[in-house]
């Protein structure tokens, strides 16, 4: 099975940061890395693909990066809807596996 | 607009069994992979089970094959999940998701609670 190793693992910054996720595959993935956000009691939400690419309707202060075993989500300048759990996701092959997620927090 | 709601979560005594229920809309259903993604209380996201469009491929992951089985209703537009021989580690958040032509999930559903304890 293919590794997802996020760090860190709990982030604190405020309104108005630029902060960046790091996300580490075991093993090569290409760029099949996907990014979710995900609120306490909510849906997942899908935020890119195929590790650049922004889903529809998701602002473009976030940004993904990278290809083979290392990879970074960007958001530019941290908005108070933005706190939330981050978990990056390879599906280059079976078992899909997620990482451990990345809480960002109000500092 | 895609909507996935998930239904038939409970508290369960170990070794039970236990159907959940996924109802699609706001899409053409009868043609996207569709997955159950579980998380446990205080880990990450874990994808269980996907099935292809038209029902005939199903793939697990190896920690619950051969007690989860995926299946899917095209004509009600509706995913299942039957759980036997139900653990304490199944105890989880059980999520639906849709799948983009390749594997990532582009819409979620908010999830049903499965409590496995005696």
């Known amino acids: 099975d293919i590794q997802m190793t996020q760090s860190p693992s709990t982030l604190s910054a405020s309104i108005g940061d630029r902060v960046t996720i790091t996300c580490r595959a075991s093993q090569g993935i290409s760029n099949w890395l996907a990014w979710y956000q995900q609120k306490p009691g909510k849906a997942p939400k899908s935020l890119i693909y195929v590790a650049s690419s922004l889903q529809s309707g998701v602002p473009s202060r976030f940004s993904g990066s990278g290809s083979g075993t290392d990879f970074t989500l960007t958001i530019s300048c941290l908005q108070p809807e933005d706190f939330a759990t981050y978990y990056c996701?390879?599906?280059?092959?079976?078992?899909?596996?997620f990482g451990q997620g990345t809480r960002l927090e109000i500092k | 607009e895609v909507q996935l709601v998930e239904s038939g979560g409970g508290l369960v005594q170990p070794g039970g069994s236990l159907r959940l229920s996924c109802a699609a809309s706001g899409f053409t259903y009868s043609t996207y992979w569709m997955s159950w993604v579980r998380r446990a209380p205080g880990k990450g996201l874990e994808w269980v089970a996907n099935?292809?469009?038209?029902?005939?491929?199903?793939k697990y992951v190896d920690s619950v094959r051969g007690r989860l089985t995926i299946s899917r209703d095209n004509a009600k537009n509706s995913l299942s999940l039957q759980i036997n021989s139900l653990r304490v580690e199944d105890t989880a958040v059980y999520f639906c998701a849709r799948q983009t032509s390749r594997d990532a999930f582009d819409f979620w559903g908010q999830g049903t609670v499965v409590t496995v304890s005696s």
């Open positions: 996701q390879q599906y280059d092959s079976y078992p899909i596996t």
């Open positions: 099935i292809n469009p038209d029902g005939t491929q199903k």
